[in-house]
């Protein structure tokens, strides 16, 4: 059976790799689908996107990555899905992920939605807490794989790695945020 996880990995979180790493046991193929969204403005392009969910699950060898527009249900025909496989979190995602299992069941009676409840420790995590807590200086190493980390820290111009001049020791990102002015940061992210 072949399951389709939608969404918008802006970017991909620890949380977001467990339901693969879990859903990738209980179906023959996941295939991981970032949407084209004109209407958001992302941190990462698609490409990006696709790209980071590649080599965070290169070790998973019935996931795949890919890019798609329109609705969803059409993307999971295309694909020969019978399963939109999504995550829960909290009542606030019920509600949002019931209506469109509903909406989704109208379109196509043929396609399942399937939630996995989130695991406990990720169950407070999103890709937006993770860009707010990066934009204003602080570390996701515990958020995220750490390459995701580092492209996050590039984004937001956290000096990584840094060598201390004398002991030429390098300094973690969180332990070095302090010379990263949040004001500067969001000046950068206006322009
Ligand atoms: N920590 C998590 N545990 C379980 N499911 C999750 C977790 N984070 C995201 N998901 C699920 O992954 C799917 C794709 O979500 P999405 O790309 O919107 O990620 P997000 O972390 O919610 O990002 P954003 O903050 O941009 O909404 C959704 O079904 C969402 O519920
Ligand atoms: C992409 C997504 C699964 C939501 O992803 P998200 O959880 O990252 O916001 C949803 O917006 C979607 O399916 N969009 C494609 C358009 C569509 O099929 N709409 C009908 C279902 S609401
Ligand atoms: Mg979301």
New binding site residues.
């Given amino acids: 059976m072949i399951a389709i ?6 970017p ?5 790799l ?2 693969i790493q879990r859903g990738s046991r209980l179906f023959d193929l996941v295939i991981v689908a ?1 949407l084209r969204n004109p209407s ?1 403005v992302p941190l990462f392009s698609v490409q990006e996107r696709l790209e980071q969910i590649r080599r965070t699950t290169k070790h998973l060898p019935n996931v795949e990555a890919d890019g798609f527009d329109g609705l969803t249900v059409n993307y999971a025909q295309q694909r020969q899905a019978q399963v939109l ?5 909290a009542i606030s ?1 019920f509600e ?2 019931l209506q469109m299992a509903h909406t989704n069941k109208t379109l196509s009676t043929q396609i399942e939605t399937v ?5 406990n420790e ?10 707010e807590i990066a934009r204003f200086g602080g570390s996701v190493d515990h958020l995220v794989p750490p390459h995701i980390a580092l492209d996050i820290y590039k984004c937001y111009n956290h000096n990584y790695p840094t060598a201390n001049p004398t002991t030429m020791e390098i300094t973690p990102p969180h332990q070095n945020m302090a010379t990263v002015a949040p004001q500067e940061i969001l000046q950068e992210q206006e322009t």
Avoid: Q
Wanted: proline content about 3%; glycine content about 8%.
């Fill in positions: 996880y939608p969404g918008s990995f802006d991909i979180t620890l949380g977001h467990d339901i970032v958001k496989l999504r995550g829960l979190r995602d949002v992920e939630f996995l409840a989130t695991s990720y169950s407070f995590l999103s890709s937006s807490v993770v860009k």
